[in-house]
């Protein structure tokens, strides 16, 4: 059974900075992935790791965040500074279950070509 299960969350003052953590079970070798989803807006794609090994950013949090995984590619991080209140929102992260190679030109990868979410954290930054 897939399981996506985030931590990290919690509340900060602008310019502080937050580890996200995702343990992931019950696939490997998957393209996985950090998204964010404020009130009434569309769920964004902040970064990916793809499965041969590119990482794409989008332009929003480039310099800010790094994402990356453990040895064992079981846990997925965000290291995320510079935080401004903009980035208030829920953190999910998620997996494709399909292979995708990506190239090193493309922005994040899309919710939709995502397979599988954990529930959440919640981010909040205070001004």
């Known amino acids: 059974q897939v399981q996506l299960v985030e931590s990290g969350g919690g509340s900060v003052q602008a310019g502080g900075s937050l580890r996200l953590s995702c343990v992931a079970s019950?696939?490997?070798?998957?393209?996985m992935g950090w998204f964010r989803q404020a009130p009434g807006k569309e769920r964004e794609g902040l970064a990916t790791v793809c499965t041969n090994g590119v990482i794409l950013y989008a332009d929003s949090v480039q310099g800010r965040f790094t994402i990356s995984q453990d040895g064992s590619k079981s846990t997925l991080y965000l290291q995320m500074g510079s935080l401004k209140p903009e980035d208030t929102a829920m953190y999910y992260c998620?997996?494709?279950?399909?292979?995708?190679?990506?190239?090193?030109?493309?922005?994040?990868?899309?919710?939709?070509?995502?397979?599988?979410w954990g529930k959440g954290t919640l981010v909040t930054i205070s001004s």
């Open positions: 998620a997996a494709r279950r399909r292979t995708i190679l990506c190239s090193s030109t493309w922005g994040p990868l899309h919710a939709s070509a995502m397979s599988y």
């Open positions: 019950g696939f490997t070798g998957a393209s």
